[in-house]
């Protein structure tokens, strides 16, 4: 066997993990009111829960974490929608964080290889 062949293995990570490893870079670059409109239309979130969410007297990183808590709750499609829309509105490089890939060959926290 070859001692210099590399093996990338995938951890098959749950959407919650994800979101959760990724929870302040979210919080801290994604504006809800960017992304919100695709997420309604979807059914992720009720326009209720979008009102009340924009109402509240709080800064948009308490905004985004009160949805992503949301999200949480919300089957693999909603999680689904929600990449999308990051993808849709320029936030491309969070989303792909979110999907456990990135663009420029850099290893994810849900990529590790192996020398065997």
Partial sequence: MDKNRKINIHKDETNERKIAANWGLVKRNVKLSDVVDPLIENG????????????????????????LYILLKQKSEAFEVFKNSLR????????????????????TPFQHQFYI
């Fill in 44 to 67: 992720v979130i009720t326009p209720d829960q979008w009102m009340d969410i924009k109402s509240r007297q709080v800064g948009e990183p308490e905004k985004m974490e009160e949805f």
């Fill in 88 to 107: 849709s509105t320029g936030f491309q490089h969070i989303a792909d964080c979110l999907g456990g890939t990135s663009n420029n060959g850099s290893k």
